[in-house]
């Protein structure tokens, strides 16, 4: 049985990672585009993780598991696999705590990230799929004795996340609803258990990509699935299995997991430069997209919570995503 996470450990984990990570603000969406689509009454918050550092929720999570490493394990360095967003990450956390990092990264991964992770100086490798990454960051845990910083699984990734959470129920009023994209589900688990230990009538709703519903699948089958093949434009969302930490929290506290297509993401991303003025990869549109799609009826009047959980993209691949649909 696996332990819910507790106001207290939330809050003692915050103070852990302390000024290595940013309290990120709230916006709340009004206009009159607004009102058009969800009606005037219903409310809008956004946690604009986007402005974390390094651009993404990421080092909450990287950081609090590295925090709690002896200094022999840490100085044996770091490892970790990810399309992109936990590999700048762990670069990060790895270079803020004085260790190094190799990091096997999917061959697809947004170019901007690739370079991110340079600069933090992570050594990097890459990979055919994710299946394969995650099968050779196994062989240099071994042969190197690094430490596995995995990208979504584990209970103390999950507390990271849901420092996330904490952060928002302190910046905002009560909400009625919280919408949260899912990957691997660790930003999910953390959020959910936050909102639902400060705020237990709140619901929370996770969301993710047609072609990446690892979390969908397994909470119609009651237990972690796994995917064959990820096809969605949301690569950091593109987990290729669901792990039994993190399902059991996000099925203990999420209401349910609902889709969204390529092109509802699409939609997405260009009302939120309209609107809110932000530029945000696929996944950082994922909540605005659920929202406005499968969602909007059953929360319309309601005020509702959305994660922006990040935005690392170089500006080619943003302009042809928002370009218009292929």
Known sequence: MIASLTHDEIRTARQQLGDRVLTTPVHEWQGPVHAELLGADTRVFMKLELFQRTGTFKPRGALLNMLSLTPDELARGITAISAGNHAVAVAYAAKTLGTTARVVMIKTANPFRVELCRRFGAELEFAETAHIGFERVREIERDERRAFIHPFEGRRTALGTATVGLEFCEQTQPLDAV?????????????????????????????????????????????????????????????????????????????????????????????????????????????????????????????VGLIVCGSNIDATGYARLIGPDP
Do not use: N, Q
């Open 179 to 303: 919408i949260v994209p899912v990957g691997g589900g660790g930003l999910c688990a953390g959020i959910a258990s936050a909102v639902k230990a400060i705020w237990p009538a709140c619901s929370v709703f996770g969301v993710e990509p047609t072609g990446a519903d690892s979390m969908y699948r397994s909470f119609e089958a009651g237990e972690p699935r796994s995917i064959e093949r990820i096809a969605t434009i949301a690569d950091s969302l593109g987990a290729p299995y669901a792990a039994p930490i993190t399902f059991e929290l996000c099925r203990r506290h999420v209401e349910s997991i609902v889709l969204v297509t390529d092109a509802e993401l699409r939609e997405a991303m260009r009302l939120m430069l309209r609107e809110v003025k932000l530029a945000v990869e696929p996944a950082g549109a994922a909540a605005m997209a659920a929202l406005v799609g499968p969602l909007r009826e059953r929360l319309r009047g309601r005020r």
